[in-house]
């Protein structure tokens, strides 16, 4: 069992930038492909970014290719998103997760804001 809890999230100006984390328990996840993902009020939940745990390859949406990156601290059961050149359309519930996600480990997620 997984339990992961995201933070970081804010109101932050056109520009600007943010650093998610996401704190895994339960287990180590050292080995597991992991996610973020998000949802922008009235849309499906999107995926963003994901780690590998083998090897630490990373993939990207396009819309965020180039803006945000993802990483990963095993040692810490820690995963990252570092938001930079943040959009209004960035606007959404940042979550956490496996990659393919497993319902039973969604969070609460955490409010990212971008004002314009």
């Known amino acids: 069992q997984v339990q992961l809890v995201e933070s970081g999230g804010g109101l932050v100006q056109a520009g600007g930038s943010l650093r998610l984390s996401c704190a895994a328990s339960?287990?180590?996840?050292?080995?597991?492909?992991m996610g973020w993902f998000r949802q922008a009020p009235g849309k499906e939940r999107e995926f963003v970014a994901a780690i590998r745990g083998s090897d630490t390859t990373t993939y990207y949406a396009d819309s965020v290719k180039g803006r945000f990156t993802i990483s990963r601290d095993n040692a810490k059961n820690t995963v990252y998103l570092q938001m930079n050149s943040l959009k209004p359309e960035d606007t959404a519930v940042y979550y956490c997760?496996?990659?393919?996600?497993?319902?039973?480990?969604w969070g609460q997620g955490t409010q990212v804001t971008v004002s314009s």
């Open positions: 997760n496996t990659h393919p996600p497993t319902r039973r480990y």
């Open positions: 339960g287990r180590t996840f050292g080995s597991l492909f």
